[in-house]
Structures are given as structure tokens and as C-alpha cells.
Nanobody, 126 residues
Framework: VQLVESGGGLVSPGGSLSLSCAVA????????VGWFRQAPGKEYEGVAYVGENDGTRYFSESVRGRFAISSDIAKNTVYLQMRNVKPDDTAIYTC????????????????????WGKGTQVTVSS
């Protein structure tokens, strides 16, 4: 089982960035995937979620309207599209997966996820 994030880097405020989470060892048709981030000195924050088989989506208040999440079933990959980024979006972004779907607001709870990637750094700075 492997989740591999890519696409992180340095982006200017107001810019866009797209992150990928390539999954191996199980199918996203029966696993939900969430994106989390952790800034230095802060707790993990769930920012986006997509249910199994490109299902229900959830977003945190901090990114709603700016971030989008999508799934490519054929590639077994989940994407996080970040738009109008802000310096507060600077963090290590990590994708995680669980079998089936999360229930309600538990999508943002790290403990419900079984599989984790290693993360990719996103830095928003001019």
C-alpha cells in the first residue's frame, strides 16, 4: 500500500497549485481520500475529502471556495487544486485514505484514516 504526493513547491500569494496523490495497493473506488496539512507548530488540519468512487466532497472553512478536490479513477489518483492561495496555506500537505467513507464531520479527524502518504511541502510567499 502506498500513497505518494507530488506537486508541492513555492507559489506566490494569489497563485494556483495542483497536488496529486497517487494510490497503489488499493482502489479509490472503495476508499475515501482526505487531504490534510500541518504548518509548523500547528495541529493537523483536514482541508478536503472525497468519498469512495469520486463521491461526496467536504472542505474546511479555511479553504472552501478556493480549493477543489477530484478523482481520476483510471489513474487511481486524487488531486487537490489550490487557487487564490494565501501565506496561511503554507504547510506540509499529506493525503490519507480509509476503506469506505467517513461519517459526517469525522472526515477531518486524522485517526479515522488508515493509510498515509509522506507529504509534500507547499510554501506561499512572494
Amino acid at each position: 500500500v502506498q500513497l505518494v504526493e507530488s506537486g508541492g513547491g513555492l507559489v506566490s500569494p494569489g497563485g494556483s497549485l495542483s497536488l496529486s496523490c497517487a494510490v497503489a495497493g488499493f482502489s479509490i473506488t472503495d476508499h475515501a481520500v482526505g487531504w490534510f496539512r500541518q504548518a509548523p507548530g500547528k495541529e493537523y488540519e483536514g482541508v478536503a475529502y472525497v468519498g469512495e468512487n469520486d463521491g461526496t466532497r467536504y472542505f474546511s472553512e479555511s479553504v472552501r471556495g478556493r480549493f477543489a478536490i477530484s478523482s481520476d479513477i483510471a489513474k487511481n489518483t486524487v488531486y487537490l487544486q489550490m487557487r487564490n492561495v494565501k501565506p496561511d496555506d503554507t504547510a506540509i500537505y499529506t493525503c490519507a485514505a480509509l476503506s469506505g467513507n467517513a461519517y459526517g464531520s469525522t472526515w477531518s479527524v486524522p485517526q479515522v484514516y488508515r493509510y498515509w502518504g509522506k507529504g509534500t511541502q507547499v510554501t506561499v510567499s512572494s
